[in-house]
């Protein structure tokens, strides 16, 4: 059976992309794709550019992504643009990391509001600057009546962090009484996290051949599939895109078939 799914795996993975897609379109779509954009350094340091250069080269894999993923029917769509923990980085790279959501969409807009794309943000946007939360607030308030495809960035993000907050805002409502401890639960933990209002992501991808969360989307990941390639993010193109749907895709009708009834 894994041997027969192999072979036919195979075999559209040679395919044109067009037909690809249009195979991928006929089965089951990931309402939510997240996705861990690693390797850009890397993928600078092996051209003998600055890590800068691999930033915004992996900017326009951003565009290119969010392409085909709207192309694709995927509902809600969050990517890791900046982690809590990237603020280590030097300065002057962490100043080039905040100017790109402002170029990303000074050019882009235009297509994501023609596109019908809604602009979200995670993450604590308070510590961004001024000029960053500004590019992002326009695009979000620019965008916020569109009802197609959720571009989620996730912006100085961090999970735990996420948690954290969330759990200290159920205390309160012990605290003054309004909540009981016993009515906690799993969906009082989920509507207090920045993602309430999406869906879990039903597939995570991480490029760049890092097995690793880091910190990522920790509590709405439990039952994402998780796809790992060794691609670097500049590289990740629409033929790896469709890849992993169709990996997405061969899984699923794995597990719908016999094993895996269950929810392992
Ligand atoms: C960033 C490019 C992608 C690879 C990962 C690191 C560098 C797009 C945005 C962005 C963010 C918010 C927004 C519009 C665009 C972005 C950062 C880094 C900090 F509303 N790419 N990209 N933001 N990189």
């Not at 969906?187 to 991480?206: K, N, Q």
Request: proline residues 3%; hydrophobic residues 40%.
């Amino acid at each position: 059976m894994l041997d027969k799914l192999m072979r036919k795996k195979t075999a559209m993975s040679e395919g044109l992309l067009s037909d690809r897609i249009a195979n991928v379109k006929k089965g089951q779509i990931p309402a939510h794709v997240a996705i861990i954009m690693d390797g850009n350094g890397r993928w600078a340091k092996q051209r003998n550019l600055p890590r800068i250069a691999g930033h915004h080269e992996g900017m326009k894999t951003v565009r290119k992504i969010t392409r085909i993923a709207n192309d694709l029917g995927i509902e809600v769509l969050t990517l890791y643009a900046f982690s809590t923990e990237n603020w280590k980085r030097p300065k002057l790279e962490i100043d080039f990391l905040m100017k790109l959501p402002g170029e990303f969409l000074s050019t882009y807009l235009p297509e994501l509001i023609e596109k019908n794309v809604k602009v979200e943000m995670i993450g604590n946007v308070e510590m961004l600057p001024e000029h960053t939360k500004k590019a992002i607030r326009k695009a979000m308030e620019a965008t916020k009546d569109n009802d197609g495809m959720t571009l989620n960035f996730a912006m100085n993000y961090g999970s735990r962090l996420e948690l954290v907050e969330a759990l200290k805002k159920i205390a309160t409502l012990v605290d003054d009484g309004s909540l009981q401890v016993d009515d906690i639960d799993e969906s009082i933990i989920s509507s207090y996290l920045m993602t309430a209002h999406l869906p879990e992501p039903d597939l995570l991808i991480r490029t760049s051949g890092e097995v690793r969360l880091s910190n990522f989307m920790l509590w709405q990941l439990a039952y994402a599939e998780l796809s790992f390639t060794s691609v670097l993010w500049p590289d990740f193109d629409e033929a790896c895109m469709i890849q992993a749907m169709e990996e997405f895709q061969l899984r699923h009708r794995r597990f719908g078939s016999v094993e895996g009834e269950g929810t392992i």
